[in-house]
């Protein structure tokens, strides 16, 4: 479940919801597959491009890799991809500007990066992926005071820290002649295992820079710092 002011997603199976707090009974948007296509579980959404009073975005992932951008202002599919892996967390680097970055978590311990300022008619947003964790990501989480850095919370109880640099160009002409996203690269600044369990949900404070608070399946929520963010 995301949350955008009274607006809320839901997921069911195949299925994204959008529920206005204030319009309880019925959904005010409702995106599922057409007749005749299978209908796959939607395991993360994340609310993006809301950068002024029209313009809404819904990403979700789903359990066959699939990436869908939904675009709320159109209702329309804005865009999709596929990272061969369930896709376990997606997460904008900021979701109250104009599209910057996107990251998405997968099994078998892959992310992924998108550049989503460029998007070409085809080939659709520039991306980087590393192998970050020798199991399950589970979730990924952007620093409020610093977009371009990140956490990713893995399957093995262990944390790590990432920088995305971006590159000396973010767009360029592709063979057809139309502008296409370049995408940077991801380096690792830290990292710690806490558990022998997965972590399982991870969250910064909006008000004290490294400050985060996880929780795992060995049933114990512990709260973190995370210092000299300053200098990097």
Request: include cysteine; proline fraction near 3%.
């Amino acid at each position: 479940m995301s949350f955008d002011n009274h607006v809320c997603v839901v997921l069911l199976t195949g299925t994204v919801k959008v529920w206005d707090s204030r319009q309880k009974d019925t959904p005010v948007v409702n995106m599922e597959p057409v007749e005749g296509e299978t209908k796959r579980d939607c395991w993360t959404v994340a609310f993006g491009h809301a950068f002024n009073d029209q313009d809404r975005c819904v990403c979700a992932g789903y359990d066959n890799g699939d990436i869908k951008l939904f675009d709320l202002r159109n209702m329309a599919l804005r865009w999709e991809t596929n990272i061969k892996n369930g896709v376990c967390s997606v997460e904008f680097d900021r979701k109250d500007i104009n599209m910057n970055k996107l990251v998405a978590t997968s099994l078998e311990g892959k992310f992924h990066v998108f550049d989503m300022r460029t998007q070409h008619p085809t080939k659709g947003f520039a991306s980087v992926s590393e192998k970050a964790h020798k199991s399950t990501i589970w979730q990924v989480r952007h620093l409020p005071q610093n977009r371009d850095i990140f956490m990713t919370a893995g399957g093995a109880g262990n944390l790590h820290l990432w920088k995305y640099e971006y590159p000396a160009q973010r767009t360029k002409k592709g063979a057809d002649d139309v502008d296409m996203g370049v995408a940077g690269s991801v380096n690792l600044l830290q990292n710690v295992t806490l558990s022998t369990q997965p972590i399982s949900s991870l969250d910064w404070s909006p008000d004290k820079q490294g400050l985060c608070v996880c929780s795992s399946f060995d049933q114990s929520v512990r709260v973190l710092i995370v210092t000299k963010l300053n200098t990097v």
